[in-house]
């Protein structure tokens, strides 16, 4: 009974705790969008001398956690790197475990009442390597929640940064080819305009666990100006304290983030467009999108493509 009431008074005693660092950090600057690099659920198995599918399963279990902690702090917009495309050399038994998890939670998503009439889900990569069933159900879950207009999830799946650089240099490169630009119209915008995270904040933050210290191929192009954090931590064992250090740390980083994004952005090289460049770009830019979106529409399940 004494180790009951004792336990319940150190329960609260960091709810209490957690609570005011909570609205601590929230008197500082809170950034826009965090972008995680979920490490460690493979190693997480081992060290539970657990099944590897139960790693996996705890990653995904700590990610919905993650995201309700974020929502609470008033982050806008995250995005996770949940398969790269070197993930596709693992055992068969593990890949199709984790395309049919992946297949599982996206159903789950587009049932849930926030991301059906709130929030809003992208998924960033190269479709065609997924199954076919996979791909139907990311374009329902993306169609679904388009036009929500609160926060944003975005999965990283089939992806790589490396990847994501040759696709976006491939649809300009074609885009000279057929006549839409020339080469003087090619820039730093356009290049990010044909990336797959167009429309995305920058980001702010990137938090990477397991005590690795590199990238790994995620966002390469998108994170030269964020604050990163590199934690000892496996997924798995990610705690709201941990999401609170980096918070600090990037609090800490703030002002010297912010004049290095101004200094790069004056220093940007700049070129005077004609009015036929500018249209130029525009109508390339529009036909891309006219035939990414014809592209999803045509994974969506039929009663889906017909409303």
Request: hydrophobic residues 40%; aromatic residues 8%; charged residues 25%.
């Amino acid at each position: 009974m004494l180790a009951s009431a004792a336990q319940g008074v150190s329960n609260a005693a960091s709810g209490a705790a957690k609570w005011a660092l909570s609205k601590a950090i929230q008197c500082g600057p809170i950034p826009k969008h965090v972008a995680f690099i979920m490490d460690g659920n493979r190693r997480f198995a081992r060290k539970t001398h657990s099944q590897l599918a139960e790693g996996h399963s705890a990653g995904e279990k700590k990610l919905q956690e993650t995201l309700q902690w974020c929502l609470d702090l008033g982050i806008q917009e995250v995005t996770v790197f949940a398969f790269s495309i070197e993930n596709f050399k693992r055992s068969e038994e593990e890949v199709h475990y984790l395309m049919d998890l992946a297949g599982k939670k996206v159903k789950e998503l587009i049932s849930h009442p926030d991301f059906r009439v709130r929030n809003r889900i992208r998924v960033y990569g190269d479709l065609r390597l997924l199954p076919s069933e996979l791909q139907s159900s990311i374009a329902e879950a993306m169609h679904m929640s388009r036009n929500n207009p609160g926060a944003v999830l975005n999965i990283c799946f089939s992806y790589t940064s490396t990847h994501e650089i040759t696709h976006a240099v491939r649809k300009i490169a074609e885009g000279v080819q057929g006549g839409y630009l020339k080469p003087d119209d090619i820039d730093i915008d356009l290049i990010e305009q044909c990336l797959y995270t167009h429309g995305s904040a920058p980001i702010d933050l990137l938090i990477r666990t397991s005590g690795e210290i590199r990238l790994s191929d995620f966002l390469l192009w998108q994170s030269s100006t964020s604050c990163l954090a590199f934690l000892d931590v496996l997924w798995p064992e990610f705690s709201v304290w941990d999401l609170y250090k980096t918070l600090i740390q990037y609090q800490y980083n703030y002002s010297r983030m912010m004049q290095l994004r101004e200094t790069l952005s004056n220093s940007k090289p700049s070129r005077t467009k004609d009015a036929d460049s500018e249209n130029r770009v525009a109508g390339f830019i529009s036909e891309t999108r006219s035939k990414e979106a014809a592209f999803m529409e045509s994974l969506l399940p039929e009663t889906r493509s017909e409303s």
